[in-house]
């Protein structure tokens, strides 16, 4: 069908409230939410709730006052669906099973680069010690903590974010000068 006719249909039948909208959509474009949600670790029942969830979106979404369509109904199902997609992907945990046997076939690598973080994080400790406790604070809330530079900003009453940024940086070359005075002293 066309697609300009089924852009008109159905925003008409919406308003209208008439169910033939939801079929005549579903008919439409409903293999195409399938596909992308497929193509991107979803499964058929995914693919499902999202765009009956996307339906009653548009659905309410065309009972607004003040709604326009600037672009065709397709593009506009499709960025709901997209959105409603990519959030439910962002509260998915994915979990990868590793059988026993690969844990035993690769042991000794596992176990090599175990020992090489936990070295590595002893070393960071150490280092961390030697610096001003300013920037131990402030290199904490950054990378162990994960606070962006604007909370940075706003915790350390910096001006602005280059500021932040540059005290970021000047806190991470004190790290770099304790690491290259243990190289040389070593």
């Known amino acids: 069908m066309d697609p300009v006719k089924v852009n008109k249909l159905a925003i008409e039948d919406f308003k209208n409230d008439c169910e033939n ?31 009956q969830d996307a339906l009653l979106i ?15 109904l397709s593009n506009y199902l499709m960025g709901i669906t997209k959105n409603l997609w990519l959030r439910k992907l962002t509260n998915r945990v994915f979990y990868v099973e590793y059988p026993d046997q690969y844990y035993q076939e690769n042991q000794h690598a596992i176990d090599l680069a175990i020992d ?46 280059h500021n932040a940024q540059n005290q970021k940086y000047k806190c991470i070359e004190q790290i770099k000068n304790v690491k290259q005075k243990q190289i040389f002293l070593a």
């Open 58 to 72: 548009l659905f309410e979404k065309l009972h607004a006052d003040n709604f326009e369509v600037y672009t065709c």
């Open 116 to 161: 090489k973080e936990i070295d590595y994080l002893e070393k960071l400790s150490d280092y961390m010690k030697k610096i001003s406790d300013h920037c131990q604070d402030l290199l904490t809330d950054i990378f162990f903590k994960n606070k962006n530079i604007i909370e940075i900003q706003q915790k350390y009453n910096y001006s602005n974010k």
């Open 21 to 51: 909208a939801f079929g005549l959509l579903y008919i439409t474009y409903y293999p195409k939410c399938k596909d992308y949600i497929l193509k991107n670790k979803g499964k058929s029942e995914d693919a499902e709730d999202i765009f």
